[in-house]
């Protein structure tokens, strides 16, 4: 009897839930076994990577747009100039006469960083030697050059040298597309 209760036992304790659960089991096993002897992992690996990848690119796309965003904004903002080249140029030499060297720095156009520290050093460093009265006098002298001028955002000044007639000192200015004004780009 005692065999025969063991034995009644044992068929009690195996459901067919149970069962299912085995065969389940068995194959999910032999399935992620499968799956492995066939490279699946490698797969799902290089997978992963290039989704990481992909949104890797996607952020640093986005941080870019931002970031070319803020400098056209920037660039927007900048509109100390004159409508024409002339004009700037005029109001470069209006603040340099007034002694305004940080408006006078504004009237140059932004470097690639966004600043124009080495122009306002530049100006700061020529009223300390009492240079501003000869860039002055050289400024006030200065001619349009030909227009024949390919691009049309360009525009060339020319200072002429007395004794030889060569030029000898030259001021580029550039028109800024996003705030519409002239901007002297160097001299």
């Known amino acids: 009897m005692n065999e025969q209760t063991n034995s009644n ?56 747009e931002e970031g070319l965003k803020q400098y056209y904004k920037v660039l927007e903002e900048d509109t100390y100039g004159g409508k024409t080249p002339q004009e700037t140029l005029d109001m470069f030499i209006s603040a340099l006469e007034k002694g305004d060297i940080d408006l006078a720095a504004k009237y140059f156009a932004l470097d690639d960083n966004l600043s124009r520290k080495e122009w306002e050093d530049g100006l700061k460093k020529a009223k300390e030697e009492g240079r501003i009265p000869e860039i002055l006098l050289i400024l006030k002298e200065m001619q349009p050059a030909k227009e024949d001028h390919y691009l049309k955002d360009e525009f060339e000044f020319l200072h002429f040298d007395k004794n030889t007639g060569l030029v000898d000192h030259t001021v580029y200015l550039q028109f800024n597309e996003y705030s519409k004004v002239w901007k002297i780009k160097s001299m």
């Open 9 to 64: 036992q044992a068929k009690k304790k195996l459901k067919p839930k149970h069962i299912l659960g085995i065969v389940i089991l068995v194959l999910v096993i032999f399935i992620v076994g499968l799956f492995a002897w066939a490279g699946g992992f490698e797969a799902l690996k290089q997978s992963y990577k290039m989704w990481s990848d992909s949104k890797k690119a996607y952020e640093a796309t986005k941080k870019f």
